[in-house]
């Protein structure tokens, strides 16, 4: 995920010094995600709260309408901004990966069938040296 740290810096417009350890997530049929943010909201007086500026998922599948091999139907991605009443549903596809403000509300809907499989991790702003990224020579 270092990788994508400096495109996400450029094109979120924040300073990003740190990328917690990465979740795997397997949703099964009838498997969904409440709508919620990730943090930098100052809503919950966590850690994360504090530090999250950039979420991102990583699909491991595509999404289909059909059933497929390999594939996943509902489970769609979406993100939603109360302030303008916006949604967007993100179409999932194997090894696309999709980043967003911490902030945004966002949701998984229920899974219709096969198995949904994603990465998902978080940029911000850390102090300590444990979850800091180091680079290599």
């Given at each position: 995920?270092?990788?994508?740290?400096?495109?996400?810096?450029r094109?979120?417009?924040?300073?990003?010094?740190?990328?917690?350890?990465?979740?795997?997530?397997?949703?099964?049929?009838?498997?969904?995600?409440?709508?919620?943010?990730?943090?930098?909201?100052?809503?919950?007086?966590?850690?994360?709260?504090?530090?999250?500026?950039?979420?991102?998922?990583?699909?491991?599948?595509?999404?289909?309408?059909?059933?497929?091999?390999?594939?996943?139907?509902?489970?769609?991605?979406?993100?939603?901004?109360?302030?303008?009443?916006?949604?967007?549903?993100?179409?999932?596809?194997?090894g696309?990966?999709?980043?967003?403000?911490?902030?945004?509300?966002?949701?998984?809907?229920?899974?219709?069938?096969?198995?949904?499989?994603?990465?998902?991790?978080?940029?911000?702003?850390?102090?300590?040296?444990?979850?800091?990224?180091?680079?290599?020579?």
């Amino acid at each position: 995920l270092e990788e994508h740290r400096q495109n996400l810096e450029r094109h979120f417009g924040v300073e990003l010094n740190g990328c917690e350890q990465a979740q795997f997530l397997c949703y099964r049929v009838g498997d969904f995600f409440v709508a919620h943010q990730d943090g930098n909201t100052g809503l919950i007086n966590l850690e994360t709260d504090r530090t999250r500026r950039v979420s991102v998922t990583v699909f491991l599948n595509s999404q289909s309408a059909e059933p497929q091999s390999d594939s996943y139907g509902g489970g769609l991605l979406v993100l939603s901004d109360w302030r303008t009443g916006t949604r967007h549903e993100v179409v999932g596809k194997a090894g696309m990966l999709v980043g967003f403000r911490s902030e945004t509300t966002h949701e998984v809907t229920p899974v219709m069938h096969g198995e949904r499989y994603a990465i998902v991790s978080w940029y911000g702003q850390y102090g300590p040296p444990s979850v800091r990224i180091t680079h290599q020579a």
